[in-house]
């Protein structure tokens, strides 16, 4: 089997596709086939003529390619594929080397026109397409993944010989890797996106705060609900006991009432006797005084009676064997018992009270007289039941053989006979009673009342423990206070258990019920546990879920524009149109044979090595990658996002300089350089996205063409521009670029294919546009933070750039690096503009950023003086921005009195501050924060007229403010304590002050700086040397130099304070020296951050006196003073000389030397320039008022005035 190549028969019937060559044919291979020769289109469009059909690639240095005259031309011209072109050179390369078995092989080129065929004979495993689809060829490495980079590690070698594990081992390996891969891009995006950290903190939290608040009410009802089960069972426990205790007593009243009318004992008092009658010799020295009754209590006859009595009450109040006895004291004396101990008794039956026989059957209490004994127990009784006439119950107390025994005892009471009146008294311990006839007694089992309660298994059954005792009505100690307890009962404490007190015939009761594992629930724990769990799972999924929306969002918005895909979204048609934007083409130089010489992979990375940093550039320049197509770029400036067109073609040639700056110096990892070429032209056109499948942002119109074809057109490593490029980067707002004519020879421009002859022009370099003719470019100016840095910010009012566009640098840092960039700058040059984070700007969003780190930095000192381990919490933070942005608000239009001015006098403030610490001064962070809050305040609602003026025209402000009162000094602390109490400020103001000594020090120091800073007032500026002067003898001061005197109640309504204040704090209301000390300080801190401008730079001072001139200009041509210009050279030199000189000689109290002395010097320096050219410089004032002309410019010339002269004398 033959094939020929070009020509010739084949003897086999097979198809074949090569589907990655451009144009093949693909034909059964029967008969003779001719292979067709691939084309190589570089695109349509532009670089193929899709009338002719398949065209010959043109070569790497064409200055005309094939392209239509079409007007609508794509604007994502596609360039010949890299990787499509390497691997068809590949291809063909092998074919050349593949040979039949008899060796021969002749070469298809596939740049030539020319095909030269070669018969190779078949045979097994020897023709050409199995040779190019053999697993040992190496013509498809890198396609498979096998060998795709060089860096690949994997080596086979390690894996056992069976494979299997080997494959195992791979794929662990590859899902560690992709698990460490992915949870570190995971972080990173959230670190770099705070927003999803915040919200996915924020959902934590908010879960867990309603599912901890959730289970807590739970676990509250819970608890309540336990609690309210002890209360009930230990409550109808206690109503048991107190219902069997009535029933138990009952038989007491029916034996009295038995006894007295029954006439059986009428005589035994008689018999009995008082005392000392029948009285035993000895006992009355003894605590039981006993009488011999014998013959008397027991008299068989009497035991009968009594046994009569008893036994069929006891019967009828069936007890149940509670009761166990009873006993008798005629005149308190103890006489008759029953059960008795002779059994032979009549009518004697042991089952009527159980346990009673052997109870009583002991006759040691046998003739005891209560009445006289001196023993406690029976004085206590006694005294109850015939002085006190109150019922007595006693017990529990322990009378073997039983342990537990609780005895009632009840009066009997006889109608008093007057004729025998010492028959018709009892003596009771000395108190002669009448109508007492004596006393009975029952006995009771508290054990057997107890059983018979089921109180152990009441409380078991709720799983309770209880200790019940009797805490009133207790019987001197003989008695035990303990009723009844469980088991587990001393374990129970307060945190475990509640107590629960009732009444009853014995007493009151208290009942400590509770349980051993405490009233919360064994749950709670866990269920905590696992709404935390349940919280990190769902933050940590709405994390990822944010993440993943992010990532996305980011692709969307790396593939095409936002409005696109805002559009697209919405299912509108995508399309813009752009009057002048800037296009850019580059192309590798030899690509072409370069690639054909590298695998398909190398080419790839190779590529994606040079346009990653190529992206890079685009994201520097702010201009727009369209797409890459092969080896070619495209990007586009003025679109999709709208800029001015001189603008946008700076930033196209600022961004094809970079790279092309940045090809010299690339290397492959073989060594070899890269060389481009590169093309601009500008023109309109149009912008959107064609179909739905794969969609892409592109670009339509003949400057895409015209684009490509000066990069066409273009040489090696020099950039091609149009005519109408050219005239747009003369006007370049911020740059200006050196650019020369193409001339070849004679030949001026270059012949462009459909445009005919175009003069063209070469880009060779570019640097920093100076300012008009005001600077020449080779001119260093010094700029400190009065200095605008050149930048395309400063041409917003020509450009139309967003103001906000300024403070994208300040986003990109913290609040402590933004406050530790202001701080540790120079006092000289305070905000030097080598910094972007101090850079001169009146952007009001990056002076808001650059308030609140100072702000913040203050505050969180303030807190963690507090306590160290406090955090500024996130609401403070907000609250900080929310309040910088609404002071800001509230100041004008003014020229010098704004918001750029009061974040100067902060910003020197802040200094002021850190220069002090640093001389050693022991900081006090609620002061500094005050002072530094104090500044940013000063001028709030200024309105840009003095007070004196205020005043002349009857303004409202002056109608609001008494005249001993600096109108607009004060105007703006009420604006600022007006905003800080509003009630979305809450967090800050319950930061900033906590406690009515932080609301005192904080209006104090408030008050101070800020009066003293009406410097217009000459009474007031005396007062404050005079407080300054005193501050420094060691004597008593003044009381009438306290400059808050007359605003006391200004200052308590301010903060929220009122009089009474005074009299809990009377020291802080106090003119004290050490006072006297710290006031002078805050006046002089803030008098120096306020007109610090005079003690720094020659630009400094130059700039803020122009702002002033022309805001005092202001109110000339509103004819509400007189014409500024005609005094301002000699009112500078006086204001110099009688308040700056002195008030920075006064500085020497405060910093040390050497800062002191460079305030002075700095002061001088700033004098003396003046005094040279202060003429000159109120001329350039007045004449660029009057003319309207742009600040910079006239701020270059004054600046000038200045830097000249100290250049010359060798300082600058």
Same mark, same amino acid.
């Given at each position: 089997?033959?094939?020929?190549?070009?020509?010739?028969?084949?003897?086999?019937?097979?198809?074949?596709?090569?589907?990655?060559?451009?144009?093949?044919?693909?034909?059964?291979?029967?008969?003779?086939?001719?292979?067709?020769?691939?084309?190589?289109?570089?695109?349509?469009?532009?670089?193929?003529?899709?009338?002719?059909?398949?065209?010959?690639?043109?070569?790497?240095?064409?200055? =005309?390619?094939? $392209? !239509?005259?079409? %007007?609508?031309?794509?604007?994502? &011209?596609?360039?010949? #594929? *890299?990787? /499509? +072109?390497?691997?068809?050179?590949?291809?063909?390369?092998?074919?050349?080397?593949?040979?039949?078995?008899?060796?021969? =092989?002749?070469? $298809? !080129?596939?740049? %030539?026109?020319?095909?030269?065929? &070669?018969?190779?004979? #078949? *045979?097994? /495993? +020897?023709?050409?397409?199995?040779?190019?689809?053999?697993?040992?060829?190496?013509?498809?490495?890198?396609?498979?993944?096998?060998?795709?980079? !060089?860096?690949?590690?994997?080596?086979?070698?390690?894996?056992?010989?069976?494979?299997?594990? /080997?494959?195992?081992?791979?794929?662990?390996?590859?899902?560690?890797?992709?698990?460490?891969?992915?949870?570190?891009?995971?972080?990173?995006?959230?670190?770099?996106?705070?927003?999803?950290?915040?919200?996915?903190?924020?959902?934590?939290?908010?879960?867990?705060?309603?599912?901890?608040?959730?289970?807590?009410?739970?676990?509250?009802?819970?608890?309540?609900?336990?609690?309210?089960?002890?209360?009930?069972?230990?409550?109808?426990?206690?109503?048991?006991?107190?219902?069997?205790?009535?029933?138990?007593?009952?038989?007491?009243?029916?034996?009295?009432?038995?006894?007295?009318?029954?006439?059986?004992?009428?005589?035994?008092?008689?018999?009995?006797?008082?005392?000392?009658?029948?009285?035993?010799?000895?006992?009355?020295?003894?605590?039981?005084?006993?009488?011999?009754?014998?013959?008397?209590?027991?008299?068989?006859?009497?035991?009968?009676?009594?046994?009569?009595?008893?036994?069929?009450?006891?019967?009828?109040?069936?007890?149940?064997?509670?009761?166990?006895?009873?006993?008798?004291?005629?005149?308190?004396?103890?006489?008759?018992?029953?059960?008795?101990?002779?059994?032979?008794?009549?009518?004697?039956?042991?089952?009527?009270?159980?346990?009673?026989?052997?109870?009583?059957?002991?006759?040691?209490?046998?003739?005891?007289?209560?009445?006289?004994?001196?023993?406690?127990?029976?004085?206590?009784?006694?005294?109850?039941?015939?002085?006190?006439?109150?019922?007595?119950?006693?017990?529990?107390?322990?009378?073997?053989?039983?342990?537990?025994?609780?005895?009632?005892?009840?009066?009997?009471?006889?109608?008093?006979?007057?004729?025998?009146?010492?028959?018709?008294?009892?003596?009771?311990?000395?108190?002669?009673?009448?109508?007492?006839?004596?006393?009975?007694?029952?006995?009771?089992?508290?054990?057997?009342?107890?059983?018979?309660?089921?109180?152990?298994?009441?409380?078991?059954?709720?799983?309770?423990?209880?200790?019940?005792?009797?805490?009133?009505?207790?019987?001197?100690?003989?008695?035990?206070?303990?009723?009844?307890?469980?088991?587990?009962?001393?374990?129970?404490?307060?945190?475990?258990?509640?107590?629960?007190?009732?009444?009853?015939?014995?007493?009151?009761?208290?009942?400590?019920?509770?349980?051993?594992?405490?009233?919360?629930?064994?749950?709670?724990?866990?269920?905590?546990?696992?709404?935390?769990?349940?919280?990190?799972?769902?933050?940590?999924?709405?994390?990822?879920?944010?993440?993943?929306?992010?990532?996305?969002?980011?692709?969307?918005?790396?593939?095409?524009?936002?409005?696109?895909?805002?559009?697209?979204?919405?299912?509108?048609?995508?399309?813009?149109?752009?009057?002048?934007?800037?296009?850019?083409?580059?192309?590798?130089?030899?690509?072409?044979?370069?690639?054909?010489?590298?695998?398909?992979?190398?080419?790839?990375?190779?590529?994606?090595?040079?346009?990653?940093?190529?992206?890079?550039?685009?994201?520097?320049?702010?201009?727009?990658?369209?797409?890459?197509?092969?080896?070619?770029?495209?990007?586009?400036?003025?679109?999709?996002?709208?800029?001015?067109?001189?603008?946008?073609?700076?930033?196209?040639?600022?961004?094809?300089?970079?790279?092309?700056?940045?090809?010299?110096?690339?290397?492959?990892?073989?060594?070899?350089?890269?060389?481009?070429?590169?093309?601009?032209?500008?023109?309109?056109?149009?912008?959107?996205?064609?179909?739905?499948?794969?969609?892409?942002?592109?670009?339509?119109?003949?400057?895409?063409?015209?684009?490509?074809?000066?990069?066409?057109?273009?040489?090696?490593?020099?950039?091609?521009?149009?005519?109408?490029?050219?005239?747009?980067?003369?006007?370049?707002?911020?740059?200006?670029?050196?650019?020369?004519?193409?001339?070849?020879?004679?030949?001026?421009?270059?012949?462009?294919?459909?445009?005919?002859?175009?003069?063209?022009?070469?880009?060779?370099?570019?640097?920093?546009?100076?300012?008009?003719?005001?600077?020449?470019?080779?001119?260093?100016?010094?700029?400190?933070?009065?200095?605008?840095?050149?930048?395309?910010?400063?041409?917003?009012?020509?450009?139309?750039?967003?103001?906000?566009?300024?403070?994208?640098?300040?986003?990109?840092?913290?609040?402590?690096?933004?406050?530790?960039?202001?701080?540790?700058?120079?006092?000289?040059?305070?905000?030097?503009?080598?910094?972007?984070?101090?850079?001169?700007?009146?952007?009001?969003?990056?002076?808001?950023?650059?308030?609140?780190?100072?702000?913040?930095?203050?505050?969180?000192?303030?807190?963690?003086?507090?306590?160290?381990?406090?955090?500024?919490?996130?609401?403070?933070?907000?609250?900080?921005?929310?309040?910088?942005?609404?002071?800001?608000?509230?100041?004008?239009?003014?020229?010098?009195?704004?918001?750029?001015?009061?974040?100067?006098?902060?910003?020197?403030?802040?200094?002021?501050?850190?220069?002090?610490?640093?001389?050693?001064?022991?900081?006090?962070?609620?002061?500094?924060?005050?002072?530094?809050?104090?500044?940013?305040?000063?001028?709030?609602?200024?309105?840009?007229?003095?007070?004196?003026?205020?005043?002349?025209?009857?303004?409202?402000?002056?109608?609001?403010?008494?005249?001993?009162?600096?109108?607009?000094?004060?105007?703006?602390?009420?604006?600022?304590?007006?905003?800080?109490?509003?009630?979305?400020?809450?967090?800050?103001?319950?930061?900033?002050?906590?406690?009515?000594?932080?609301?005192?020090?904080?209006?104090?120091?408030?008050?101070?700086?800020?009066?003293?800073?009406?410097?217009?007032?000459?009474?007031?500026?005396?007062?404050?040397?005079?407080?300054?002067?005193?501050?420094?003898?060691?004597?008593?001061?003044?009381?009438?130099?306290?400059?808050?005197?007359?605003?006391?109640?200004?200052?308590?309504?301010?903060?929220?304070?009122?009089?009474?204040?005074?009299?809990?704090?009377?020291?802080?209301?106090?003119?004290?020296s050490s006072g006297l000390k710290r006031c002078v300080r805050n006046e002089h801190l803030m008098l120096l951050s306020d007109v610090g401008h005079l003690c720094q730079s020659w630009e400094n001072f130059i700039k803020w006196n122009f702002r002033l001139f022309k805001e005092l200009m202001d109110c000339h041509r509103k004819k509400l003073c007189d014409n500024p210009r005609e005094t301002w050279v000699q009112g500078q030199i006086a204001f110099f000389d009688k308040y700056i000189i002195p008030l920075a000689e006064r500085s020497h109290t405060f910093f040390p030397d050497e800062?002191?002395?460079?305030?002075?010097?700095?002061?001088?320096?700033?004098?003396?320039?003046?005094?040279?050219?202060?003429?000159?410089?109120?001329?350039?004032?007045?004449?660029?008022?009057?003319?309207?002309?742009?600040?910079?410019?006239?701020?270059?010339?004054?600046?000038?005035?200045?830097?000249?002269?100290?250049?010359?004398?060798?300082?600058?």
């Amino acid at each position: 089997m033959k094939i020929k190549l070009g020509g010739g028969s084949v003897d086999d019937s097979r198809r074949f596709t090569l589907s990655d060559w451009e144009g093949a044919v693909e034909e059964p291979l029967s008969g003779d086939v001719s292979v067709p020769r691939p084309v190589f289109r570089r695109g349509t469009d532009d670089f193929a003529d899709n009338h002719n059909g398949n065209a010959p690639m043109p070569s790497e240095e064409s200055a =005309a390619p094939s $392209a !239509d005259d079409s %007007s609508s031309a794509r604007a994502t &011209t596609r360039r010949r #594929s *890299s990787v /499509g +072109s390497a691997m068809k050179g590949s291809i063909f390369r092998r074919i050349s080397f593949m040979g039949s078995l008899d060796g021969t =092989a002749e070469t $298809a !080129d596939p740049q %030539s026109g020319s095909d030269r065929g &070669t018969d190779f004979t #078949s *045979s097994t /495993g +020897s023709n050409i397409w199995s040779k190019l689809m053999s697993h040992n060829e190496s013509l498809w490495d890198g396609v498979d993944g096998k060998g795709a980079f !060089d860096d690949d590690d994997d080596d086979e070698s390690v894996f056992d010989d069976d494979g299997k594990n /080997g494959d195992c081992r791979k794929s662990m390996k590859r899902c560690g890797l992709t698990w460490w891969w992915e949870t570190q891009h995971f972080f990173s995006t959230m670190m770099r996106y705070p927003h999803i950290l915040v919200i996915s903190l924020v959902t934590f939290g908010v879960l867990c705060g309603v599912g901890i608040a959730a289970i807590t009410a739970e676990k509250e009802n819970y608890i309540a609900k336990q609690k309210s089960t002890a209360q009930f069972v230990a409550r109808e426990t206690a109503n048991w006991f107190s219902d069997e205790f009535r029933r138990a007593m009952l038989p007491l009243y029916s034996v009295q009432q038995g006894v007295l009318h029954s006439g059986y004992f009428e005589s035994l008092p008689e018999k009995i006797g008082r005392f000392p009658n029948l009285l035993i010799p000895g006992t009355e020295e003894t605590d039981f005084t006993v009488r011999n009754v014998t013959g008397i209590c027991d008299d068989r006859d009497m035991i009968n009676k009594f046994r009569s009595i008893v036994r069929p009450i006891n019967q009828d109040n069936d007890l149940d064997g509670i009761v166990v006895g009873y006993r008798l004291f005629p005149n308190n004396v103890a006489c008759l018992t029953e059960p008795h101990a002779q059994e032979s008794s009549d009518g004697f039956n042991a089952d009527d009270f159980p346990q009673g026989e052997a109870l009583l059957s002991s006759d040691n209490a046998f003739g005891l007289d209560t009445g006289s004994s001196a023993f406690p127990l029976w004085k206590m009784i006694t005294t109850d039941l015939f002085i006190n006439r109150q019922f007595n119950i006693f017990g529990p107390f322990n009378m073997p053989p039983m342990s537990e025994l609780i005895c009632g005892h009840l009066a009997i009471w006889k109608d008093v006979d007057s004729t025998d009146v010492v028959q018709d008294t009892l003596n009771v311990h000395g108190t002669e009673v009448a109508g007492a006839w004596g006393f009975i007694v029952n006995f009771l089992d508290w054990t057997k009342m107890k059983d018979k309660s089921d109180i152990y298994k009441r409380f078991a059954d709720c799983h309770l423990e209880f200790d019940l005792t009797r805490v009133s009505g207790s019987t001197v100690g003989l008695d035990s206070a303990t009723l009844a307890k469980s088991e587990n009962a001393d374990m129970l404490i307060d945190e475990n258990s509640i107590v629960v007190t009732t009444t009853s015939l014995h007493g009151e009761w208290q009942n400590k019920v509770g349980s051993l594992n405490g009233w919360e629930p064994a749950w709670f724990p866990g269920a905590v546990a696992g709404i935390v769990l349940a919280s990190f799972v769902l933050a940590f999924l709405t994390a990822s879920t944010l993440v993943e929306r992010q990532l996305h969002r980011n692709l969307l918005y790396k593939v095409m524009p936002r409005r696109a895909i805002m559009k697209l979204q919405r299912g509108q048609t995508v399309l813009e149109k752009f009057n002048l934007v800037t296009i850019f083409f580059s192309d590798i130089v030899g690509f072409t044979n370069m690639a054909g010489n590298m695998r398909p992979i190398q080419v790839m990375k190779m590529l994606n090595e040079l346009y990653t940093e190529l992206d890079k550039l685009v994201e520097k320049h702010n201009v727009y990658k369209v797409e890459t197509i092969g080896d070619a770029y495209m990007v586009v400036g003025g679109a999709p996002s709208r800029v001015p067109a001189p603008l946008a073609a700076e930033r196209v040639a600022l961004f094809a300089l970079e790279a092309v700056s940045f090809v010299r110096k690339f290397r492959t990892k073989d060594g070899n350089r890269i060389f481009i070429r590169a093309g601009l032209a500008s023109g309109p056109t149009v912008g959107g996205v064609v179909g739905c499948s794969m969609p892409r942002y592109c670009f339509f119109g003949d400057t895409v063409n015209f684009a490509s074809r000066m990069e066409s057109t273009s040489k090696k490593m020099k950039i091609q521009v149009a005519d109408i490029t050219y005239r747009l980067l003369q006007d370049a707002p911020t740059a200006s670029f050196v650019m020369t004519k193409r001339v070849e020879g004679d030949i001026v421009g270059v012949q462009v294919k459909g445009k005919g002859h175009q003069v063209t022009h070469w880009i060779e370099r570019a640097g920093p546009r100076a300012w008009d003719s005001f600077v020449n470019d080779e001119e260093d100016v010094k700029r400190d933070v009065e200095t605008p840095t050149i930048s395309s910010k400063y041409s917003k009012e020509n450009y139309g750039i967003k103001e906000a566009d300024s403070a994208a640098e300040e986003r990109n840092y913290t609040s402590e690096e933004i406050y530790d960039a202001m701080t540790t700058q120079d006092w000289e040059s305070l905000g030097h503009a080598s910094s972007s984070l101090v850079a001169a700007t009146d952007d009001g969003y990056s002076l808001g950023f650059r308030a609140c780190a100072l702000l913040e930095h203050h505050l969180l000192c303030v807190l963690q003086e507090r306590d160290p381990s406090a955090e500024m919490n996130l609401s403070v933070k907000i609250q900080i921005n929310q309040f910088v942005q609404e002071v800001s608000e509230t100041y004008g239009t003014a020229k010098f009195h704004n918001w750029s001015h009061a974040n100067h006098v902060t910003t020197s403030m802040n200094k002021l501050l850190a220069v002090i610490q640093e001389g050693g001064e022991e900081p006090i962070p609620l002061n500094s924060f005050s002072l530094v809050f104090a500044a940013l305040v000063h001028d709030a609602g200024h309105t840009g007229m003095s007070n004196k003026i205020l005043k002349d025209i009857d303004h409202p402000l002056s109608k609001k403010f008494d005249d001993s009162i600096p109108i607009a000094e004060k105007n703006s602390i009420d604006i600022a304590l007006d905003i800080l109490f509003r009630d979305n400020f809450a967090s800050l103001r319950n930061a900033i002050l906590p406690g009515e000594m932080d609301k005192i020090e904080f209006a104090r120091t408030l008050f101070q700086s800020i009066l003293i800073t009406d410097i217009a007032t000459p009474d007031r500026v005396k007062l404050g040397i005079e407080r300054f002067k005193a501050s420094q003898d060691s004597q008593d001061p003044d009381v009438g130099l306290c400059p808050l005197a007359s605003h006391i109640s200004d200052l308590f309504d301010g903060v929220g304070l009122d009089e009474s204040v005074k009299d809990e704090h009377p020291d802080e209301f106090v003119v004290t020296s050490s006072g006297l000390k710290r006031c002078v300080r805050n006046e002089h801190l803030m008098l120096l951050s306020d007109v610090g401008h005079l003690c720094q730079s020659w630009e400094n001072f130059i700039k803020w006196n122009f702002r002033l001139f022309k805001e005092l200009m202001d109110c000339h041509r509103k004819k509400l003073c007189d014409n500024p210009r005609e005094t301002w050279v000699q009112g500078q030199i006086a204001f110099f000389d009688k308040y700056i000189i002195p008030l920075a000689e006064r500085s020497h109290t405060f910093f040390p030397d050497e800062f002191g002395d460079a305030i002075i010097t700095n002061a001088m320096n700033n004098l003396k320039l003046w005094t040279m050219f202060g003429i000159q410089a109120t001329n350039i004032m007045a004449l660029g008022v009057r003319n309207d002309e742009r600040e910079e410019a006239v701020l270059m010339e004054l600046y000038g005035l200045g830097s000249d002269y100290l250049a010359r004398k060798g300082q600058k």
